[in-house]
């Protein structure tokens, strides 16, 4: 997982490290001795930087892919939970109000307890706890109109619902890349910006520069899939925003006391 400025500092680093070892071969390995031998490095860095270059947007677009559904999951569950509030009008007015107060509890516990955990990489139970008050609170009566229980099975669906989106947000809040992934990505990125710094070039400045670029666009591509594939954690990381909206959404279904 990687913080805003760890981010920063990595990309520095990145860029300073590969700058610096276009200078350290120049002095050891002078340029226009490596001239000839670009012929053999040209065909090389192709093959090389066309392979790393699938790889690395292959990688960027599946950690974007999971970001974005671990956004809408979120939105999903928190739409849930309104509707929940809102079909259980229909049910006796004891029950209708314990759910609604329950509702109102869950979008306090997901915004002030599990958000913050959910950015430090940790599952908390809390929420657990509510959702099984919600399937105690809706235990049928003894006897229903059939518009209570028209009610009912939709509560109950509802409820379903936002449990399943409930546990794949905890899944997603402790997923991670697996570690062979990252040492193709870091591996594959040595490779690339050393290949690039063996070409002989005349102008050495225009040469650093051209490896300034490279280094800084793989640099960023990293950064994004280490933030990407975290996607409650990190410098882009998936805002409350769908639960805040739920919150005021069910003020005004919270029964006055």
Known sequence: ????????????????????????????????????????????????????GVIISFMLFTAWTDFYAADLNTDA????????????????VEQRDAVRALAQHYANVVLYDEWPAMSRSESLESSRTIIQQFWSAL???????????????????????????????????????????????????????????????????????????????IALCLTAIADLSRPFQGGAHIEPYAFMRAKDSLQSYTPAH
């Open 77 to 92: 569950e928190a739409n849930a939970l309104v509707n929940l509030a809102r079909v259980v009008g229909g049910l006796p």
């Open 1 to 52: 997982m990687l913080r805003t400025v760890e981010s920063i500092y990595v990309i520095v680093a990145v860029v300073v490290t590969s700058i610096a070892f276009l200078f350290a071969l120049n002095r050891i390995w002078p340029s226009h001795h490596r001239q000839s031998y670009n012929s053999v490095f040209a065909w090389q860095f192709n093959f090389l930087g066309t392979t790393y």
């Open 139 to 217: 235990t049928p009566p003894a006897t229903l109109t059939p518009t209570q229980q028209v009610s009912l099975d939709h509560a109950f669906s509802e409820l379903s619902s936002m449990t399943e989106h409930r546990r794949i947000r905890q899944l997603q809040t402790l997923q991670h890349m697996p570690g062979i992934l990252w040492a193709i990505l870091i591996l594959g990125s040595i490779l690339t910006i050393s290949y690039a710094c063996l070409f002989g070039a005349e102008n050495l400045k225009l040469h650093a520069l051209q490896v300034f670029g490279l280094s800084v666009l």
